[in-house]
């Protein structure tokens, strides 16, 4: 009688948390894109065209999550899980484009203090973020929440990443470094790629 009464609360409780969560989640996700990508054309800057491109895809995950939640919401969420895998391939060739020419063409990447200050945001935020669904995944045994906090951990890593380039670049004027570091990212976006498309982010 308990287990029943608890599953009947759940679908009470379990949204109104998943709501609280990946509303962050957006909001964030949408400051960090704007700011990661306004940063990336101003500073010419292929390590952050990295980030925010996978924080656009993040963007498109949580909003998934959320909506999958919502029974008002009538979608294929299989279809919106390739199209995400399909862009961040898509970003993942841009970034390995820009990045090579960029280091053949001797294009340097200037110092982005905006570009620091979100990857150092996005560092303190993105763990508390996935710490937060880890937990109420565990507690509803909901695997699609479970898999936006993988998701948040690896933004996290990637920011790291970023911000290592940009600070080296920052301190020691190492212009290919930025370059570099956008490299190192694109196993990062790839795999992420391959999650989507088998539909492990979001399902």
Not at 143 to 164: E, F, G, N, P, V
Not at 174 to 189: C, M, N
Request: glycine fraction near 6%; charge should be positive; charged fraction near 10%.
């Amino acid at each position: 009688m308990t287990s029943k009464k608890h599953d009947k609360d759940r679908p009470v409780t379990m949204p109104a948390a998943v709501v609280w969560l990946q509303g962050i989640t957006i909001v964030w996700m949408l400051v960090e894109t704007a700011v990661s990508l306004y940063s990336a054309q101003q500073a010419h800057s292929v390590a952050l065209l990295a980030f925010g491109s996978d924080s656009l895809v993040e963007l498109i995950s949580a909003t998934v999550v959320l909506l999958s939640f919502m029974p008002a919401f009538s979608f294929s969420k299989r279809r919106a899980e390739r199209w995400a895998g399909i862009l961040l391939f898509v970003l993942a060739a841009i970034v390995g484009f820009t990045a090579v020419a960029s280091l053949i063409g001797g294009v340097h990447a200037e110092t982005s203090c905006l570009g620091i200050g979100i990857t150092i945001a996005a560092l303190i935020i993105m763990p508390v973020l996935a710490w937060g669904k880890r937990k109420v995944a565990l507690l509803n045994n909901s695997r699609a929440l479970a898999a936006d906090a993988i998701q948040s951990a690896t933004c996290a890593y990637l920011a790291a990443l970023t911000l290592a380039g940009l600070t080296i670049n920052a301190v020691f004027h190492i212009h290919w470094i930025d370059s570099v570091a956008a490299l190192a990212a694109l196993p990062i976006l790839l795999i992420e790629g391959s999650r989507a498309m088998r539909g492990e982010n979001c399902c």
